[in-house]
């Protein structure tokens, strides 16, 4: 079997494992190299999965469509598959999962060599620009080539870090086939925050330990004061919900009850400056200085339990860790098919979902991959059994003869 995967990102590579059950593969990709945001998202520790329950862990999603998916390759099966490519994991102290090497590069080494073994080839510096009569155009440096395989699986990632490679340039080209595309969206960004001069010797430490509240959703976490606003996981949790409106609540002292908080308020000096008597409570310099920007007219005890962070909105789309948004649901199959483009599946952040970072996002994109590139595959063993030859649907005659691959 030929089959083709364009985007040579997680859900790419392993959409192409699967595929290569079947025969071979070429993966075409248009960076110089495979995985690039990948290796990018791992320089800093590579949270591969989140150990918890199967059912709590898909409450994570926004899109329940995906269940199957990830009930095929979840948690456990992305630990399972990082020790059979020699990458033992671990799972810290919040139940984030990570390659004892930490980083990305060791795991997609063994991965394309695996791959490689497999009869995956990957071709880099391949830019899909579309169709021609139905088979796939590309530019290359060695000039315009033509491919025409059985099956193929795009996996050419949403709209943010576009300097990666994830540019969402191929929006256009399946519109024009009649593709749905949901509008593209921030998701896992920081919030735009103009402060006053006081928090500048702040940026850049952290808040601890505090509960975030965004409309329904409350979730303890860490984030970040930076120049540019609020960054990091507890903003990134509820970003949904922000992007969408909410306000934006801040528990300082989640932990303490509310007896025992006006037990301590009480006992404060009234002679001590608000600042001292925050200090007093055990509140870092950081979240005192927040307290003083947003909460310094309000009740003490409603500004420590309920202080709300003001901003500006989503930082760019370009800037966002993620996307929401992308090809809809209604415009794939239960198998990920397009509905409009037999014989071509998508996978990854092309389609519209969302999840917070802590490795949620891929694991996703792992088991979306996965599912295509066993499903494109079957395609073309039952059409292969049905008697019918060359190539699916998709591929219609050119007048000249296509690479081969």
């Not at 390759?73 to 390659?99: H, I, K, M, N």
């Not at 990305?104 to 394309?112: I, N, T, Y």
């Not at 191929?170 to 519109?175: M, S, T």
């Not at 930082?315 to 860790?321: H, K, N, Q, S, V």
Request: neutral net charge; proline residues 6%.
């Amino acid at each position: 079997m030929d089959a083709l995967v364009i985007g040579a990102g997680p859900a790419g590579l392993m959409a192409a494992e699967e595929l290569a059950r079947f025969g071979g593969v070429v993966v075409a990709e248009a960076k110089p190299t495979a995985a690039r945001k990948f290796l990018m998202a791992g320089k800093s520790g590579l949270n591969v999965t989140k150990a918890e329950a199967r059912a709590a862990f898909m409450r994570h999603y926004d899109s329940d469509w995906l269940d199957p998916m990830l009930a095929d390759f979840g948690p456990d099966e992305v630990a399972q598959w990082c020790r059979d490519l020699g990458q033992e994991v671990f799972t810290g102290s919040s139940g984030r999962v990570f390659p004892e090497a930490m980083k990305a590069s060791p795991l997609l080494r063994a991965w394309l060599s695996r791959l490689s073994s497999s009869g995956v080839e990957v071709r880099t510096r391949w830019m899909w620009t579309g169709w021609h009569d139905g088979i796939f155009t590309f530019t290359t440096p060695d000039g315009p080539r033509l491919l025409q395989p059985r099956a193929c699986v795009l996996a050419l990632g949403g709209a943010s870090w576009p300097r990666l490679g994830s540019d969402a340039a191929w929006v256009p080209i399946l519109a024009a086939q009649g593709v749905e595309i949901a509008p593209f969206k921030p998701a896992n960004m920081g919030f735009r925050v103009e402060w006053s001069p006081h928090m500048t010797r702040h940026f850049g430490q952290a808040i601890k330990g505090a509960m975030l509240r965004a409309g329904p959703q409350q979730e303890r976490g860490e984030f970040v004061l930076s120049a540019r606003g609020l960054e990091g996981g507890g903003i990134y949790a509820i970003s949904r919900h922000l992007r969408e409106g909410a306000a934006l609540f801040l528990n300082l002292l989640p932990d303490l009850a509310d007896d025992e908080l006006s037990a301590r308020l009480a006992r404060l000096r009234s002679s001590d400056s608000m600042g001292n008597q925050l200090r007093k409570l055990g509140l870092s310099p950081a979240a005192v200085a927040l307290v003083m920007e947003f909460g310094r007219s309000m009740p003490m005890q409603q500004a420590l339990r309920a202080l709300p962070l003001r901003h500006d909105g989503p930082r760019p789309l370009a800037e966002a860790i993620s996307s929401a948004g992308g090809v809809a649901r209604s415009a794939v199959t239960d198998a990920l098919a397009l509905r409009a483009m037999p014989g071509v599946y998508v996978c990854g952040e092309m389609l519209d979902w969302e999840a917070p970072t802590g490795g949620y996002l891929l694991t996703g994109c792992w088991a979306t991959g996965k599912w295509a590139g066993r499903h494109a595959g079957q395609s073309v063993l039952d059409h292969e059994r049905r008697g019918a030859q060359g190539a699916l649907p998709v591929a219609q005659g050119l007048g000249q003869k296509p690479d081969q691959i």
